[in-house]
């Protein structure tokens, strides 16, 4: 797995894959020597990169950043990579982009501008970093969470599937990326359900539930 950014929930899948057995490597903007402390509290399953480095070695590679820093991907690092976009647009922190403005593009769609050969799929965005470590649960669990997802790739869903189901959650397909606004900021299923923030365990939340927010999300 390669990382693009090491915040909250970059830091929280790495922790959640690491748990699986799965190799990390992660990168911010600010330079690999920057992650030692995060790096040697994940253990020996994780490594620093350049953002370039991390994603040429990632079968996977996570990308969660600023929406303003798309920019500054390594395009052609990912080409041919599945991707998973964790980011949210907020114009208070990214500035106004006129294509989100308007809703001409989704955010992931607008990333998928400026890396076209990547195959992206939409998730985790709209869990909070403490919830998402707190609820996952084994396979066949009766409280095992759902998490949306959204992708035009069908091997690129099928490899985010595994990899999610493998960390301890479930997956309700959200459809194409041109629908990934279904479960972006202040939708139904942005946050919601899981639960307030001032509940650091969150709650288990079921299909029905996440199928039955992304179906009433307005845009």
């Known amino acids: 797995m390669g990382f693009i950014g090491s915040g ?3 830091n929280t899948v790495a922790r959640l894959a690491i748990g699986v057995g799965h190799r990390v490597v992660l990168s911010n903007s600010r330079g690999p020597e920057t992650l030692a402390d995060t790096v040697a509290e994940l253990g020996p399953r994780a490594s620093a990169a350049t953002s370039g480095e991390a994603a040429a070695a990632g079968d996977i590679v996570v990308v969660t950043v600023p929406v303003k820093a798309f920019p500054d991907l390594p395009a052609a690092e990912l080409a041919g990579k599945t991707v998973i976009d964790t980011c949210n647009y907020g114009p208070e922190r990214d500035g106004h982009i006129p294509e989100l403005d308007s809703t001409l593009l989704t955010s992931s769609e607008l990333l ?6 990547a195959m992206l799929v939409k998730a985790f965005n709209n869990i909070f970093f403490k ?8 396979a066949g669990a009766a409280d095992r969470s759902y998490l949306p997802i959204a992708g035009d790739s069908a091997s690129a869903k099928a490899a985010v599937t595994e990899f999610i189901e493998s960390i301890g959650y479930s997956v309700v397909d959200a459809g194409p990326l041109s629908d990934s606004w279904r479960q972006a900021t202040d939708t139904p299923v942005w946050g919601t359900p ?4 001032s509940n650091e365990k969150g709650r288990p939340v079921g299909e029905d539930a996440i199928r039955a927010a992304l179906a009433t999300a307005m845009r």
């Open 131 to 138: 919830h998402l470590l707190s609820l996952a649960r084994p």
């Open 112 to 117: 998928l501008r400026h890396t076209p050969d």
């Open 194 to 197: 899981y639960g307030p923030t």
């Open 8 to 10: 909250n929930i970059g």
